[in-house]
């Protein structure tokens, strides 16, 4: 792993042999929680950008990574622009980390998650017409409900 310490907080990247997506882990000082970014450069206009998530620890940070990696269709990943998340990568210290906020899921259902404030955000979920205030948590909070709500709707669902 290398590490590039920064004014607000240390972006280190987690190499993963085999793998075509690259992969950083940064700690936001400011919310004492970790985000994994996920990167694949393919072709122009074909890039993926991920933002797989916000933890409390790097281990629970470990097995999100290894659980995109051996099923990625299992998880929690909010896509970002690739150019918002290779300009961050690029000037980390000048600019704010992409945040867990966005969408997550299907055209037919799906999480959203929005900023309340700079520690917060709301998650709604949406289906079927339909949508279910999940509530305000914090960051790490949001995305463990989430994975454990959308673990749990998987596997009631007859067609997923």
């Known amino acids: 792993m290398t590490g590039t310490g920064c004014a607000s907080g240390e972006l280190v990247e987690r190499k993963v ?3 075509p997506w690259y992969f950083w882990q940064y700690f936001q000082p400011q919310t004492s929680c970790y985000y994994l970014y996920a990167l694949l450069e393919a072709e122009p206009q074909a890039d993926r950008a991920l933002h797989l998530g916000a933890f409390a620890e790097t281990g629970s940070l470990a097995a ?3 659980r995109f990696l051996e099923e990625p269709q299992t998880t ?3 896509e970002l622009a690739p150019d918002l998340l ?3 990568l690029a000037a ?3 600019q704010t980390a992409p945040r867990f906020t966005g969408q997550f899921g299907t055209p037919w259902s799906g999480y959203g998650i929005k900023p309340v404030d700079e ?3 709301e998650v709604i979920y949406a289906a079927d017409r339909r ?4 509530g305000v948590f914090s960051e790490v909070e949001a995305f463990a409900y989430i994975e454990l709500d959308y673990d749990r709707r998987r596997r ?3 067609i997923c």
Do not use: I, Y
């Open 17 to 19: 042999q085999a793998s």
């Open 64 to 66: 999100q990574l290894a």
């Open 76 to 78: 929690v990943a909010l």
């Open 86 to 88: 290779k300009g961050w």
């Open 92 to 94: 980390p210290a000048s």
């Open 119 to 121: 520690q917060q955000v």
């Open 131 to 134: 949508h279910e205030w999940l």
């Open 156 to 158: 009631r669902c007859l």
